[in-house]
C-alpha cells in the first residue's frame, strides 16, 4: 500500500512539473526575440496576406480599430494613441534588452526623422516592455538617436489589448502600422530594416 502511494505521488508531482514547463514555455514565446530572419506566425483567423519577407498586410475593407494605448511614457509624460487620427501610426514594440531591436533601432532613427522634416503625417510610438526600469529605457532611447515617444509597459500589459484574430504583437520586437482612421494595416513581428519599414508606411500615406 505504501508502495502505490509513494507512486502516485511520483505521477502528480511529474504532471506539475510538465504543467509548470509548458507554462514557462508560453510566457518565452510572448517575449521572445526574434531578428529579421525569424518567421512570424499567424494571429489566427484574420484577413491578413503575409508576404515572403514576413510583413503581414490587410485588405482596407477589412481592417479593424486598433485598442486604445495610452498611459505614461518612459519621459513621463502622459500619451493617447487614440489622439493620432489622422496620421499614419507606427507601433514599435521593444526592450533594451532584446538584441534585435538595438539591431532595428538606427532604422527607426533615420525614417522617423526623415518623414518629420518633410512634414509627413505619420507618428511614431514605442512600447517599451520588459525593462526593469525607466532608465534602461531612456539610455536605449539616448544612445539610437530615437525622439519619438514609448509608453512605459515593463509588465506587457498594453500587448494585450489588442485584440485576438487581429494582426497583433506576439514577439519582441514587432512593429504594427494603423492607418489614417486607427485600423491595424500592417503588422511583423521581426526586426526590419530601413526598406521594410518604408514599404509598410508609404502605401498608408497614399491613401485618401
Known amino acids: 500500500m505504501r508502495i502505490g502511494r509513494a507512486s502516485r505521488r ?5 504532471r506539475a512539473l510538465l504543467l509548470t514547463a509548458v507554462t514557462a514555455v508560453g510566457a518565452l514565446t510572448l517575449t521572445a526575440c526574434t531578428d ?7 494571429s489566427g ?16 475593407s477589412e481592417r479593424v480599430a486598433a485598442p486604445k494605448l495610452d498611459g505614461e511614457t518612459v519621459d513621463g509624460e502622459g500619451l493617447d494613441t487614440t489622439a493620432l487620427k489622422g496620421k499614419v501610426v507606427v507601433l ?12 532595428e533601432a538606427p532604422h527607426f532613427a ?15 510610438v514605442g512600447i517599451n516592455t520588459r525593462d526593469n526600469s525607466k532608465q534602461n529605457a531612456a539610455a536605449f532611447e539616448e544612445t539610437f538617436g530615437i525622439t519619438y515617444p514609448s509608453l512605459y509597459d515593463p ?4 500587448m494585450l489589448r489588442f485584440p485576438a484574430g487581429t494582426l497583433n504583437p ?9 492607418d489614417k482612421e486607427g485600423r491595424i494595416a500592417a503588422r511583423t513581428l521581426a526586426a526590419v530594416n530601413e526598406e521594410q519599414l518604408r514599404s509598410m508606411i508609404d502605401p498608408l500615406l497614399a491613401e485618401q
Open 10 to 14: 511520483r505521477s502528480t508531482s511529474g
Open 110 to 124: 533615420k525614417v522617423s526623422k526623415e518623414l518629420a522634416d518633410a512634414g509627413k503625417p505619420v507618428a511614431f
Open 155 to 158: 509588465d506587457g500589459k498594453l
Open 36 to 42: 529579421s530572419d525569424g518567421k512570424p506566425s499567424g
Open 170 to 178: 506576439q514577439a519582441i520586437p514587432s512593429t504594427i502600422i494603423l
Open 45 to 60: 483567423g484574420g484577413n491578413y496576406v503575409t508576404g515572403p519577407s514576413g510583413i503581414s498586410t490587410v485588405a482596407r
Open 92 to 103: 514599435n514594440v521593444w526592450g533594451s534588452w532584446c538584441p534585435p531591436c538595438r539591431a
